[in-house]
């Protein structure tokens, strides 16, 4: 089975690459066989991409997808993961709210043009069978708290349940299984040293939010006198299977640590923000070559999925602070939110580049909204006027999920319907909390 995508843009982001102008994209079976331009040739099936952008999916490094319910439930609030989201979850999260929600989210990714996510939640053996329903690339982190978790009474019990997912999904050619300890905070160090342990042994990937919070960078400091990133470091957590999230309170010091250790990093510049933890130096992370992608992280903290605002973000938060225009070019930022995104997950051989070998995973963005248009510079278009809606086609391994915005597997009506069943039940709930 080929698909040849034409008549567009093709921004591979392969090492060196510039925009091609009438390119296409052809696609044999999961995987891309050639990019060029000029006249596309003959396939099974010819996508017209109507001048529009065609890129490599986007590459969303971190999120809570099953979240999605509980978007826009009390913003804007002091400490709100402590005071109102552990006890929010503790009374509301079962299997089937994890299930559904992370369909819900998943129509959004694809709407969006995200092709891969790095999740981490709790009975994520349900978002991993959401993920092969909907068809999308997921790497799926069974989370590991020192609490009683919605989906494990004891304590470090989603250590086990990690196991178990890993056995359930070993060599699904969509679903990557993971071990998710939540953050330093909150799961100690034995613990942190036995993910470690049981990523290595069973060869998974792990992610650990990371220097995100005030409270952790004092408590880790007054402990021990060194940075979060140090502790890690010294406790022997950071490795190339490590995707660290956020890292808002790092140095340089620590930038150099998360190199040497071949460590990927989340940047969460929307999360940040909103959440009022500043700003992630992700310009000295860029200049010390760190494996650095873009990240939504969960719809309660980022709202929406896609990564169009947060492409912005990080460009117009990165500018201001430097207050120089130069700093992340447009390319740059479009590399963030693809390749980038691919080296954080330590996935870029497989997936980030629209390269011959690689999996074929591929988005249209149009371009014949009044925002668009005239289309002068695609790099440009795409991080500063392009939104989801722009987004027409999304393929996955050589699968059209989407074309037209069209999602022919899925029932989103239904779907939606029963969504706002579960957010009434989630709102009277809350008022309990
Ligand atoms: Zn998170």
């Avoid at 006249?39 to 809570?64: E, K, Q, R, S, Y």
């Avoid at 439930?73 to 299930?99: C, I, K, Q």
């Avoid at 130096?281 to 494996?291: C, G, I, N, S």
């Amino acid at each position: 089975m080929s698909v040849c995508i034409h008549n567009g843009w093709v921004l591979s982001m392969a090492p060196g690459s510039e925009a091609i102008a009438d390119g296409f994209v052809v696609i044999e079976s999961d995987r891309v066989e050639r990019v060029g331009t000029g006249a596309p040739p003959p396939a099974d099936t010819m996508i017209d991409a109507g001048g529009g952008i065609v890129l490599p999916g986007m590459v969303n490094t971190h999120t809570h997808l099953a979240m999605a319910l509980f978007r826009s439930l009390a913003d804007d609030r002091a400490d709100r993961l402590r005071r109102v989201l552990f006890p929010l979850e503790s009374r509301v999260v079962d299997a089937d709210l994890v299930y559904h929600a992370t369909l819900h989210a998943l129509i959004e990714l694809i709407e969006g043009g995200v092709t891969t996510f790095a999740d981490m939640y709790y009975f994520e053996e349900e978002s991993a069978r959401a993920t092969r329903e909907a068809g999308l690339r997921g790497v799926v982190g069974e989370t590991v708290v020192n609490f009683a978790a919605p989906d494990e009474p004891e304590p470090h019990g989603g250590l086990d349940r990690a196991r178990r997912l890993v056995a359930a999904y070993r060599g699904d050619p969509l679903v990557t299984p993971a071990i998710a300890p939540h953050a330093p905070y909150t799961v100690d160090d034995a613990h942190l040293r036995a993910c470690v342990a049981a990523s290595e042994e069973l060869d998974v990937p792990m992610m650990l939010h990371l220097a995100e919070m005030p409270f952790e960078v004092e408590a880790i400091q007054k402990a021990y006198g060194v940075s979060p990133v140090r502790r890690m470091h010294d406790i022997g957590v950071l490795n190339r299977r490590l995707t660290a999230v956020h890292c808002v309170f790092t140095d340089e010091a620590d930038h150099r640590l998360l190199s040497e250790h071949d460590v990927g990093v989340a940047h969460n510049p929307i999360a940040n923000a909103k959440g009022g933890k500043g700003f992630a130096p992700a310009k000295a992370m860029a200049d010390a070559d760190l494996r650095l992608g873009l990240a939504t992280d969960g719809p309660m903290s980022g709202n929406r999925l896609d990564l169009f605002p947060a492409m912005r973000a990080a460009a117009y938060i990165h500018k201001g602070i430097a207050q120089d225009a130069t700093v992340f070019p447009a390319k740059e930022i479009v590399h963030l939110a693809t390749m980038g995104g691919a080296r954080a997950l330590h996935m870029e051989e497989r997936i980030g580049s629209l390269e011959p070998g690689k999996q074929a995973d591929v988005i249209v963005i149009a371009t014949d909204s009044v925002a668009m248009q005239p289309l002068h510079d695609p790099w440009s278009a795409v991080v500063y006027a392009a939104t989801a809606g722009d987004v027409n086609t999304t393929i996955v391994a050589g699968r059209v999920l989407m074309q037209d915005r069209r999602i022919p597997h899925l029932d989103r009506g239904a779907i939606m319907a029963r969504s706002r069943e579960i957010g009434a039940r989630i709102r009277e709930t809350l008022g309990e909390v």
